[in-house]
């Protein structure tokens, strides 16, 4: 693992991130391990020469155990698109064994409920290929590890089979076309997709489509390909 030391003034620091882990000083000292967790060190530790040492020795010693700052118990998988917590998100999303696209949302976001179909078709699509995972994350409620972001709702990440260190933020458009030409493009192996099962067709051909109606903090920023993000604002994911 590494060692960052953030510093900022108060009122900066109670905009971004507002919790108890920032100190009145403004500063924070965070330690980074392999899996992409934050530990924070205890605001009651004074930010100096001899405790930022002691704190990178007991990094290195292996003394301190970075993990996620908020996490949801682990959901029963019930569905096709396999919901994941920050406790689960190595083993689901980093599985060296599968191609995993991962969604961050927020359960408010008008975009992210307007996903809600398209995402479960896509899910329906993967059903055949035992090494795709379509898998999402409320992002609100869970810590993010590093080095993925989460700064709109949704972002989704594409993980290739053995290349979990690399992760690749879509940037298109979110149809299914748009998400299963952006999977088969970064990856080498062909990947599986067929026809989604009845109820998926049967909610197009009613159109049964969920309206982007719904309400986050922050205004909206340029997704790309015309497709709305919600800001993350001044969450702490």
């Known amino acids: 693992p590494r060692v960052s030391f953030c510093m900022g003034n108060l009122n900066m620091t109670r905009y971004y991130a507002s919790d108890a882990?920032?100190?009145?000083?403004?500063?924070?000292?965070?330690a980074i391990s392999r899996e992409g967790w934050d530990h924070t060190v205890p605001k009651e530790i004074e930010f100096t020469y001899d405790n930022?040492?002691?704190?990178?020795?007991?990094?290195?010693?292996?003394?301190?155990?970075?993990?996620p700052y908020k996490t949801e118990d682990p959901p029963i998988q019930k569905k096709?698109?396999?919901?994941?917590?920050?406790?689960?998100?190595?083993?689901?999303?980093?599985d060296e064994e599968k191609h995993t696209l991962i969604e961050f949302y927020s359960p408010y976001c008008g975009h992210c409920k307007a996903l809600i179909p398209i995402y479960n078709e896509l899910a329906s699509r993967a059903r055949?290929?035992?090494?795709v995972v379509i898998a999402k994350m409320d992002a609100t409620s869970n810590s993010v590890p590093r080095p993925f972001e989460s700064r709109g709702f949704p972002t989704i990440y594409f993980v290739p089979k053995g290349?979990?260190?690399?992760?690749?933020?879509f940037e298109g458009s979110r149809?299914?076309?748009?998400?299963?030409?952006?999977m088969q493009s970064n990856t080498k192996e062909e990947l599986v997709f067929v026809e989604p099962e009845e109820k998926y067709l049967k909610k197009k051909e009613e159109g049964e489509e969920e309206q982007d109606t719904g309400t986050c903090s922050g205004a909206p920023v340029d997704a790309g390909a015309g497709d709305g993000q919600c800001s993350a604002g001044k969450q702490e994911l």
């Open 21 to 30: 882990r920032y100190n009145d000083t403004g500063v924070v000292m965070t």
């Open 80 to 94: 096709r698109v396999k919901r994941v917590v920050s406790t689960t998100f190595h083993d689901i999303v980093l």
């Open 128 to 131: 055949e290929d035992p090494n």
């Open 175 to 182: 149809t299914i076309e748009g998400l299963t030409e952006f």
């Open 163 to 169: 290349n979990s260190v690399r992760p690749i933020k």
């Open 52 to 67: 930022a040492k002691k704190v990178v020795e007991d990094i290195l010693a292996g003394n301190i155990d970075a993990k």
